[in-house]
């Protein structure tokens, strides 16, 4: 359930590696992203350690970018010149995974040949630019390590300092170069705390005392300051923009209801990394926690209540997906720092391991066939026949129906080639909006009836399936072919993690706490049997990460299923949401509510208003204002009597 694209697009639109570029021309500014393309660069030279026969045209390079965050295809996985630009890039390798616990079943050939774009696609336009660029000096700054080229604190003035801790404590910073995005959003960092739950002060990397700049984004564009709510997003695997830009209706909320709006990134995600471009390395991973996410939350809030004079300010907690789960959490795990939460589609039984391992692709072949009957079919005979293909030797007819940029000659490419294909129908059914969107890739409206309309249209079933799956991996229509092994990648998250340090983030994750043993089996869904039971699970993480996932974990720290005792949280969840069969679907009390979105995709409501929007989350999001606006009165006469009750006890002092 990981983001994986990159927030920082070229100009036209196309979504490109941020490493692109940036080995030779900015040696000065490389990312976490940038070290592994670069050595690979120095490694490989103008090849892919000797397939370079068998590897698509080079790639120019493009504009920097990075992505949600998590499955959305970079360009630069797609062979052809998609663009012009001032550097040669090296073709794409065919990079093969270390050894899987499952038995792949097959394997295929490479078609060369060109990709037939979507009747009436234009490529995506309007991305923002590169964030990348000259720095604005400011007097008295200096860079943060860590950070590149955006990210710098002040010397002075720092925050209160907190006792026993080894320094001040820097509340509140604005980096360098803000991005425009969102009424009033403002960039800063927040130097938080590296492990909330150690007390040490050896001054090693592990103690207590140790800080990293967390990234937050904040408005103030609509508050009454010092009155108003505070409406608090608790960012998820990804960069926090890219949240903030699809969220606009806690932005609708806050003006109607005069709050004070801030996005919150999560630890080791986007900038916000606890030992800068080490953070993903074995022993440096351990400090990546749902727990600790929360207490960095925590923390953020008290902190910027006291700065803006704001204590008597109720917080409302807002998050979808993993998001929408940390904002449950927070109202769970902190009720007197968050007085509600919003948590839009947020899988809670699924992650606590509770409920049926085949859900997900269950409901994601359900809304192909309520798209159209004859998809689901036309699906199932395209993998069957690439099975029957596999099993005769035809690998190469297999390739070249597929359009894969790879010479596949294994049971193990064949495997990919299912993964790569079963995460497009994952992407498509999550994003099925009735618009355009950007969010997790470039999707046109209706994204299902559009796949389903192209396999459909296809007298050969396999070409049909190539051209369904192109409607998420090649929304421009200018590649010639699929890198199956750059455009998706296997990991502990069936449902896929992405590409790039975000997705190595969140399949750290899911190799500990959240727990996501979903699979597919070809009987309650159209896709080939792709088992993923706990042992696997087990072994894959134990090899990665040397970690032993905890399977049951988050039901005893978080509460499973038997979340009675909680108050004030909303429970919101589209139909056509595969992550709904894994939320809470019935409300468990008068505030524990559960809302149901007729025709609605993953967290459709958190997305602002849209003419296309169907009636249902229109009245959805109008009963979540005033649900909202209910527990925000609450709040403040219940802070009101607080205070009438201590001043009527100190005149008996």
């Not at 001040?168 to 980096?175: D, I, Q, S, W």
């Not at 996410?293 to 807002?318: H, M, R, S």
Request: neutral net charge; hydrophobic residues 35%.
């Amino acid at each position: 359930m990981a983001l994986a694209w990159s927030r920082e697009g070229a100009a036209d639109g196309h979504v490109m590696p941020k490493a692109l570029g940036s080995c030779d021309q900015q040696p000065g500014v490389l990312t976490r992203e940038d070290y592994p393309v670069c050595a690979a660069r120095r490694r490989e030279g103008d090849g892919c350690h000797g397939n370079a026969a068998a590897a698509p045209a080079p790639l120019p390079a493009p504009a920097a970018g990075r992505r949600r965050s998590r499955w959305v295809p970079r360009a630069g996985a797609l062979a052809g010149s998609l663009r012009p630009g001032p550097e040669p890039w090296p073709p794409p390798c065919s990079l093969r995974p270390g050894p899987e616990p499952w038995p792949p079943p097959c394997s295929l050939g490479r078609r060369p040949g060109p990709l037939r774009p979507v009747p009436g696609w234009e490529p995506p336009s309007g991305l923002p630019g590169p964030r990348t660029g000259p720095r604005t000096s400011l007097p008295g700054w200096e860079p943060l390590a860590g950070l590149g080229s955006t990210g710098r604190v002040p010397r002075a003035p720092l925050g209160p300092s907190y006792q026993g801790w080894a320094g001040p404590y820097p509340v509140a910073v604005p980096v360098a170069a803000a991005r425009a995005a969102g009424p009033g959003l403002e960039e800063r960092l927040f130097q938080q705390v590296r492990d909330h739950f150690s007390f040490e002060t050896c001054g090693k990397e592990s103690c207590g005392n140790e800080t990293f700049p967390q990234r937050y984004l904040v408005s103030a564009k609509f508050w009454k300051k010092g009155f108003g709510p505070i409406f608090f997003y608790t960012g998820n695997e990804g960069d926090i923009w890219t949240f903030a830009e699809n969220s606009d209706f806690i932005f609708e909320l806050a003006e109607e209801q005069q709050a004070l709006v801030i996005f919150a990134e999560h630890r080791y995600y986007g900038k916000s990394l606890p030992f800068g471009l080490e953070s993903m390395q074995l022993k440096k991973t351990g400090l990546l926690t749902v727990e600790q996410a929360l207490a960095d939350y925590a923390v953020l809030i008290t902190e910027l209540k006291q700065q803006y004079g704001a204590a008597d300010c109720p917080v409302i907690a807002f998050g979808g997906s993993y998001g929408g789960m940390l904002s449950a959490y927070m109202r769970m795990k902190y009720p007197n720092i968050v007085a509600g939460a919003l948590a839009a589609s947020a899988p809670l039984l699924s992650v606590a391991g509770l409920g049926d391992p085949t859900q997900f692709f269950r409901d994601v072949t359900a809304d192909f066939q309520k798209s159209s009957p004859g998809c689901v079919t036309a699906v199932r005979k395209a993998f069957q026949q690439i099975r029957d293909l596999c099993l005769s030797g035809a690998y190469d007819e297999i390739g070249s129906k597929m359009a894969t940029c790879n010479k596949i000659s294994n049971k193990e490419d064949v495997y990919q080639l299912f993964g790569f294909a079963r995460n497009a129908f994952t992407m498509m059914a999550m994003m099925d909006y009735p618009y355009k969107t950007n969010f997790m890739g470039h999707l046109p409206a209706n994204p299902v009836k559009v796949g389903c309309e192209q396999i459909l249209a296809h007298t050969d079933p396999i070409q049909g399936l190539a051209a369904l799956v192109g409607v998420f991996y090649n929304s421009s229509g200018s590649a010639e072919c699929y890198n199956i092994y750059q455009l998706y990648q296997s990991c502990a998250d069936p449902t896929g993690c992405g590409i790039g340090s975000d997705a190595e983030a969140w399949d750290y994750q899911v190799c500990t706490e959240i727990n996501l043993t979903f699979n597919s089996n070809n009987v309650t869904d159209m896709f080939p049997e792709m088992p993923f039971t706990e042992a696997m699970r087990e072994q894959y993480c134990q090899s990665k990460w040397h970690v032993r996932p905890r399977p049951h974990w988050l039901q005893t720290n978080f509460w499973g299923g038997d979340l009675k005792s909680a108050s004030n949280i909303i429970f919101s969840n589209g139909d056509l949401d595969p992550w709904a069969g894994g939320g809470i679907n019935s409300s468990l009390s008068p505030s524990l509510i559960a809302l149901t979105i007729e025709g609605g995709a993953h967290h459709l409501d958190l997305r602002g208003h849209n003419p296309a929007d169907p009636p249902s989350v229109t009245e959805v999001r109008k009963l979540e204002a005033s649900i909202i606006n209910s527990w925000v009165k609450s709040a403040g006469l219940e802070r009101a009597r607080e205070k009438r009750s201590g001043a009527s006890a100190g005149g008996w002092l």
